[in-house]
Nanobody, 121 residues
């Protein structure tokens, strides 16, 4: 199996910053796309940012210019630097990885359990 463990969430005032980390552990041969998603109470889970193994990144319009996604391929980790946080950024943030467990194995989506980010006004 592939396990994803997020860390770095917490409570911060509007305008503040947080850095989320996600580590992929277990039997991992390769990881293609890694990303962050979030889900606020009563809302659907939405994409925040993704990064592909070739370096391409993608951001939701709502976080462009404030959030930065990065990854460390050697450590199978992905990070999300969140600056200028707003109350509407409050949500549970989930890490996702598209990973293979062996060279010729299929690619599957794996999710972490999430980390709470709360931004007070």
């Amino acid at each position: 199996q592939v396990q994803l463990v997020e860390s770095g969430g917490g409570l911060v005032q509007a305008g503040g910053s947080l850095r989320l980390s996600c580590a992929a552990a277990g039997t991992v041969f390769s990881i293609n796309t890694m990303g962050w998603y979030r889900q606020a109470p009563g809302k659907q889970r939405e994409l925040v940012a993704t990064t592909r193994s070739d370096g391409a990144v993608n951001y939701a319009d709502s976080v462009k210019g404030r959030f930065t996604i990065s990854r460390d391929n050697a450590k199978n980790m992905v990070y999300l630097q969140m600056n200028s946080l707003k109350p509407e950024d409050t949500a549970v943030y989930y890490c996702k990885a598209e990973a293979r467990r062996s060279r010729f194995g299929a690619e599957y989506d794996y999710w972490g359990r999430g980390t709470q980010v709360t931004v007070s006004s």
